[in-house]
């Protein structure tokens, strides 16, 4: 079965660019910025403790080749599991919150994204996650940043610590991405305090075109059957869900791919979690039949034009035939 995922045509849609800092290319960064800093050990067992860590890490991460490294890096390790397309999650206020400037973030992972598609035929987009621990007018100020840079990203996102910042916070801040033609998603993490009304805010209120996470709209049927009638998929991360929660949400997970909703598998951090997309498909047990649905899914909701998507689905199914 690993060598039937080794060779599945696959497309990545919740990864966090930060996420992917290995602890050799942490220490490499430290080293070239000359930066004499303390990191604490990889211990976290929810999101909040996971946070901690992540922003500590990623101070390492100061010029443009700093970031161009970090993606190319990912994008790599991406190509040596045939991934075939991602869309990679940036979080800017990490970065100018500590004085880098936005410039400087996006050009480095722009520099690495056109590289990546001549060199390793790995084709990706940027996503932009808002950080919602932080106030929304910060997000909006971000979001009039990023306008000069609107042709480099695809879409707008929203991470970091839910607890306490729904949805609804970010409301007029979605409202102008969308007016601004960025495509929308945002975390609805796994059994967070009022999951299932965030959820909720992000498909009626928000009106977003899918979930990061989202399993537990499985406690719903009525959101379960609107998502199911508006196709909005949900971008799970298993390895991910066992380490900040209780499990993997590995039966969860296989409910919704049986009601037919678009489940996705992907990455998240997987340098902290840790496990690329080949370990996460890995870790499910699922069928042939159920981890070619996951790659069509993934394909089918990517924010790619029909063209682009049918394609790469015509890939995946000769290989699924043969
Ligand atoms: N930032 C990076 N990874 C995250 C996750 N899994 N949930 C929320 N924010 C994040
Ligand atoms: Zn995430």
Redesign the pocket.
């Known amino acids: 079965m690993n060598e039937f995922i080794a060779g599945l045509p696959k497309c990545e849609l919740?990864l966090?660019i930060?996420?992917t800092l290995e602890p050799s290319l942490k220490a490499e960064l430290a080293r070239r910025n000359k930066l004499d800093l303390e990191f604490r050990s990889y211990e976290f067992d929810d999101?909040t403790s996971?946070?901690a860590v992540?922003y500590e890490g990623m101070q390492v991460l100061r010029t443009e080749p700093d970031f161009y490294d970090l993606a190319m890096g990912y994008l790599r390790k991406a190509a040596s599991q045939n991934v075939r397309y991602a869309e990679i999650?940036f979080?800017p206020q990490a970065h100018t919150s500590r004085g880098v400037p936005f410039s400087v973030v996006i050009g480095g992972l722009r520099r690495a994204l056109l590289d990546a598609e001549k060199q390793l035929g790995v084709r990706a987009q940027l996503i932009m996650?808002f950080?919602?621990d932080f106030q929304a007018e910060y997000a909006m100020a971000t979001l009039l940043e990023s306008l000069p840079y609107k042709e480099w990203i695809i879409g707008v996102g929203l991470?970091?610590?839910?607890k306490g910042n729904p949805p609804a916070k970010f409301a007029a801040v979605y409202e102008r991405a969308r007016q601004e033609g960025y495509l929308l998603t945002m975390?609805c993490?796994v059994d967070q305090d009022n999951s299932i009304e965030h959820i909720r805010q992000a498909i009626q209120d928000i009106g977003v075109d899918r979930i990061?996470?989202g399993v537990n709209i499985l406690e719903d049927q009525k959101l379960v059957e609107e998502i199911l009638a508006k196709g909005i998929g949900l971008t799970c991360?298993p390895i991910?869900n066992g380490v900040?929660t209780d499990s993997m949400k590995a039966e969860g997970i296989r409910k919704l791919l049986d009601l037919g909703v678009r489940v996705t598998i992907n990455s998240?951090?997987p340098a902290?979690?840790p496990g690329y997309v080949q370990e996460n498909l890995a870790a499910l047990n699922l069928s042939r039949e159920e981890l070619l649905q996951v790659e069509r899914n993934a394909f089918e909701i990517a924010w790619l034009p029909r063209h682009v998507k049918d394609a790469y689905l015509a890939e995946l199914e000769s290989y699924g035939a043969a």
């Open positions: 919740h966090h930060e996420g999101l996971f946070l992540y999650f979080d996650c950080l919602r991470d970091s610590d839910e975390h993490d990061d996470h991360c991910s900040v998240d951090d902290y979690f």
